[in-house]
């Protein structure tokens, strides 16, 4: 018995019945390149074109738009002009009623009634009641169905059936056409063209003028995300994304406004300090303690220190000052990376006359402008890694650690750096991205057991108005404040280089999302992060930079080698220092032919714990003789008789050359891990990180031990 069309039986009740589940147009079609895509197109096509219009199942993971498909399939077909009617599988009765009709009824005037010819989309069919299911199956299978009641007839459905489903359904694995949607993480080469067709759509919507662009650099991060919920958590980026900028309406949207969830495996390793001692979170929040501490304390103390440097006397056998500045800041910074990161920009002097001055320039009128467009990582790492470079000759060839007025140029140099990027561009350009400090302190920050983050759940879920990052006035708990001067998200930080721990957005946030966490060290180093272009070239600088130390060591049975690299004439110590420094580098360029670029960068980022036990191995001897004699050092050139009666200490070298063993233990150990969790599948190359950990460890504790 075929069913009337709604044409013929009574057409507007049939409407009014179908109006509610009418799936009228196509969202989208299927955006990208990728053979994935083509494939899936060509299914489409095919599926669309069969005259026989078998059952289609849509499989795949959940946000894939499955039911898009089956939409583009019927208004591709010959049935474009029919409706299209859509089911949660999820929510149709066990007896069948929202599709069969009234459970006392025969059939007449239920949708497949009223449906005709049409398609009928059941979404999620694995979620159907299993009471259910035979029946889907039968309508499928032969376009038979009934009433659910007893001496209902038998009714032909003459029109086509679609299902999606997100997990395998019993007895629909052979049914018709059967096409198979992949997720957004096995198509990575059509995120791009998702990206950029998404913010086209939206910005339309928008009313923006014209629809900004999209860096490769975004694509690239976001390649390395596996985006669960596919395209509909790709569509909740975007819109976030947009929401985050639509004051500006950039040209182009700046990397920090697309933020996803966490991405790699240690995740879930976390202790949140805030939520054990809420009075720590209060404390840490306060605006006055910041701001006495650093506008009071800390710019003072800065501009006393370098006083001290300028007018005290030169050498450090008798300067407190450079005392302070080589035996005591070196070791502690080394010290705290593996501890609390970059905790050091939170309280950096550089930075604090770098804002004083911005203040004082808007005060006179002045607008800095806004952050340069593009990757600025591409040119801005370069830069910073010359600029360590020539701070690394500079300190040995100039002797600064023994050079008291050198050492304060070295401060006021980089303080100089904070001011003028300060004046010429918003926020804190210098610290995200030239200061040479900062790319230590982000570099090592890495390894660091503490990190900020915001959770991302609530960021997408609870919040419009994005303060941590934009800014803005106060609200809840949230207070005013000009939004995060590195640019950063808190819930978008891959890793902790680019938070300087300012705790802005802690302030900021009125959803209490954002928290101070402790985690397994070098959380950071995963297999899948994605380091910014040039970070490598910071790190050879740093290797570079023992290498330059104990450069006699290594290059001192060289003819033409100079006695030492503070006196004598400039040009062969340049060059000996210069070959010294590049010698990290050297031999990491003929490693060329070992490895492809990624894997070499890989080990390079395992070696990260190495690198830090050596630093700081070089800085021990310095400590642990030198910064117990601060008192009497400080005051010999006042009162040299009241000196001599100030207690003073000194460790033995025995305990230092211990400790420096210790201290390039650890390393190794961490570089070993690291190594391990960075390997390569492959059956033997694994085998090279380990023997290379060791190998540069026991190289690396004969280049640092004392004589
Ligand atoms: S990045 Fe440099 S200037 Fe900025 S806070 Fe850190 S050390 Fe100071
Ligand atoms: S950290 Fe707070 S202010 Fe920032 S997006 Fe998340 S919830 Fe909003
Ligand atoms: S505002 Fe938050 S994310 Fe940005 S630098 Fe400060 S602490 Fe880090």
């Excluded at 509610?20 to 669309?48: C, E, H, M, N, T």
């Excluded at 501490?293 to 300028?310: A, D, E, Q, R």
């Excluded at 003819?559 to 420094?581: H, N, V, Y």
Aim: with cysteine.
């Amino acid at each position: 018995m075929s069913s009337p069309s709604p044409a013929t039986a009574d057409s507007t009740a049939c409407l009014l019945k179908l109006a509610p589940f009418v799936q009228g147009r196509v969202r989208r079609g299927i955006v990208g390149s990728s053979r994935y895509a083509q494939r899936l197109r060509d299914d489409i096509r095919k599926a669309a074109a069969d005259p026989l219009a078998p059952p289609v199942l849509i499989s795949g993971e959940p946000g894939l738009e499955k039911d898009n498909i089956a939409a583009l399939i019927h208004f591709g077909s010959r049935r474009r002009t029919r409706l299209l009617v859509r089911f949660n599988g999820a929510l149709l009765r066990p007896d069948g009623s929202d599709l069969f009709g009234p459970a006392s009824g025969q059939g007449e005037g239920s949708v497949l009634d009223c449906l005709g010819d049409g398609s009928l989309l059941i979404d999620q069919v694995d979620l159907v009641d299993p009471e259910l299911l035979p029946a889907l199956l039968e309508l499928a299978r032969t376009g038979k169905w009934r009433g659910p009641s007893e001496s209902a007839p038998v009714h032909h459905f003459s029109g086509r059936v679609f299902f999606t489903a997100e997990a395998p359904v019993p007895g629909f694995e052979g049914l018709g056409a059967q096409i198979r949607v992949p997720p957004l993480r096995v198509r990575r080469k059509d995120l791009g063209e998702w990206l950029r067709y998404g913010v086209r759509q939206r910005t339309r919507k928008l009313g923006w003028k014209q629809p900004p662009e999209v860096s490769e650099t975004v694509v690239k991060r976001l390649q390395t995300y596996d985006f669960p919920n596919n395209l509909r958590e790709l569509d909740g980026l975007i819109a976030r994304a947009l929401r985050q900028c639509s004051a500006q309406q950039p040209a182009e949207l700046p990397e920090d406004v697309f933020w996803t969830g966490p991405s790699h495996r240690y995740q879930g390793l976390r202790f949140d300090l805030w939520r054990w001692k809420p009075m720590l979170r209060d404390l840490m929040r306060s605006p006055r303690l910041w701001n006495g501490l650093l506008f009071g304390l800390v710019s003072w103390v800065f501009v006393l220190v370098n006083l001290w440097l300028w007018l005290g006397p030169q050498d450090r056998a008798s300067n407190g000052g450079l005392n302070l500045f080589w035996t005591w800041w070196w070791p502690l910074i080394l010290l705290g990376y593996p501890l609390v990161g970059r905790l050091w920009c939170s309280f950096c002097p550089f930075m604090v006359w770098g804002e004083i001055v911005q203040r004082l320039g808007r005060r006179l009128g002045l607008k800095p402008r806004p952050w340069p467009r593009g990757d600025t990582d591409r040119w801005g790492a370069p830069v910073l890694a010359a600029g360590f470079a020539a701070i690394l000759l500079w300190e040995d060839l100039a002797d600064l650690p023994n050079t008291a007025r050198l050492s304060s140029c070295l401060l006021l140099l980089i303080t100089a750096g904070a001011v003028v990027c300060s004046l010429l561009f918003e926020k804190r350009f210098w610290c995200r991205y030239l200061c040479p400090v900062g790319g230590m302190n982000g570099l090592f920050a890495k390894l660091s057991i503490l990190e900020l983050r915001a959770q991302v759940g609530t960021c997408s879920g609870s919040c419009s108005t994005y303060a941590c990052f934009k800014g803005g006035p106060a609200e809840g708990e949230g207070m005013a404040t000009g939004g995060c001067p590195v640019g950063t998200h808190p819930a978008h930080l891959a890793d902790n280089r680019n938070c300087v721990l300012c705790l802005t957005c802690a302030q900021a946030c009125p959803h209490r999302s954002v928290q101070l966490r402790l985690r397994p060290p070098a959380a950071d180093i995963q297999r899948s992060m994605a380091p910014p272009a040039g970070e490598t070239g910071l790190i050879l600088v740093l290797a570079g930079g023992v290498t330059l130390t104990y450069w006699s060591k290594l290059l001192g049975w060289l003819p033409l080698a100079p006695l030492s690299l503070q006196s004598g004439p400039l040009l062969p110590r340049l060059a000996f220092a210069s070959l010294a420094l590049a010698l990290p580098a050297a031999a990491f360029l003929a490693t060329r032919w070992l490895a492809v670029p990624l894997r070499r960068q890989r080990v390079l980022y395992g070696l990260l714990p190495l690198l830090w036990a050596l630093l700081l191995a070089r800085y021990l001897p310095l400590g642990m003789v030198e910064a117990g004699q601060l008192l009497p050092v400080s005051l010999t050139p006042l009162a040299p008789d009241l000196a001599a009666t100030l207690p003073g200490w000194s460790a033995d070298p025995h305990v230092i050359t211990f400790c420096q063993s210790l201290v390039v233990l650890v390393g190794v150990v961490g570089s070993w891990v690291l190594q391990r969790r960075l390997r390569q599948a492959d059956r033997w190359r694994w085998l090279l990180g380990p023997l290379l950990v060791l190998g540069l460890g026991a190289g690396g504790r004969w280049l640092v031990a004392l004589p």
